[in-house]
């Protein structure tokens, strides 16, 4: 009974640690993409309409991209991370990087799309300069948003931040406010619609376009238009770096075609990164 009890643990024992290397095994096997059929995520505005070109030109080879549009910033790589989507265009590296960071996403940059200036817009003033004790400015309140936005209010003499302050910076790391500006900290997606209560505000290119701003003719300030570090990436799983789709697609993306379709319809506020 001994000798057969031992056994009958030995068999148990061999069928668990066959169960548990049969599931590595399964799970470690990455399920390319689709080579005809995709979900990309992007949010609304100009992502949306250059992946809507892109789209356009991917249907005559027969590949459908089904566009999904979000009006946040988080969403889109939480559906991507968790395989609601296959890829997604939206953020810019160091935003992506963060997200990596902070909840050990499992998706990364298959390249570069294009650049989006930040700028800083008012209906009240027309020159940072003439901001007053006390006024209001808004800023994205997103990791990288956030810093891309005081970085900008730094450079135009509006206040000063903390020295070595990191992608992660918020109202908190001010080290100096001369005028004692209240740093109002607002989804990005909400601040073209709280514009008129600010006395102006850091908008992200998409959201401006959506609310008829542009960086040309009604920015006060606003980021470098040409060499922006701040490019902006086309996002998939790590598993599916390498699918022949995002090649595909990639190829769609920087064609002549696109970088055409993106210089004449934002004329400068949205520029070509590769």
């Known amino acids: 009974m001994k000798k057969l009890g ?8 061999a069928l ?9 095994g399964s799970k470690s096997e990455a399920k390319p993409l689709d080579d005809k059929k ?11 309409e250059i992946l809507e070109e892109v789209a356009k030109q991917a249907k005559k080879d027969g590949i459908d ?6 009006d946040d910033y988080n969403t889109p790589n939480t559906a991507l991370n968790d395989g609601d989507l296959d ?22 940059t298959a390249f570069k799309t294009v ?5 800083v817009y008012s209906k009240k003033v027309s020159n940072l300069s003439k901001l007053q004790k006390g006024d209001k400015v808004g800023v994205p309140n997103d990791p990288t948003n956030e810093y891309r936005a005081l970085k900008l209010l730094e450079e135009a003499g509006v206040l000063k931040l903390k020295d070595g302050v990191e992608v992660k910076a918020t109202k908190n790391d001010i ?3 001369p005028k004692d500006i209240e740093i109002v900290e607002l989804e990005a997606s909400q601040i073209p619609s709280q514009l008129g209560e600010l006395t102006a505000a850091a908008i992200n290119t998409n959201f401006a376009f959506g609310a008829g701003l542009t960086i040309n003719d009604d920015a006060i300030y606003h980021e470098p238009l040409k060499d922006n570090p701040n490019y902006n990436v086309f996002v998939v799983r790590t598993e599916n770096k390498d699918d022949k789709i995002v090649k595909e697609i990639k190829k769609y993306y920087q064609s002549d075609e696109t970088k055409k379709f993106i210089e004449e319809k934002f004329k400068g506020s949205v520029v070509p990164a590769f």
Do not use: R
């Not at 031992?6 to 024992?13: D, H, R, S, T």
């Not at 939206?90 to 902070?102: A, G, H, I, R």
């Not at 650049?115 to 700028?119: D, I, M, N, Q």
């Open 6 to 13: 031992k056994g009958i643990l030995l068999g148990v024992a």
């Open 16 to 24: 668990a640690v066959s169960g548990i290397l049969s599931g590595c």
């Open 38 to 48: 995709v979900t990309i995520g992007v949010t609304s505005g100009p992502h949306q």
């Open 65 to 70: 991209i089904k566009i999904k549009s979000f």
């Open 87 to 108: 890829g997604n265009s939206y953020q810019t590296f160091s935003f992506l990087e963060q997200q990596v960071k902070d909840k050990d996403y499992k998706i990364e």
């Open 115 to 119: 650049a989006f200036p930040l700028g």
């Open 175 to 177: 080290a100096e406010n």
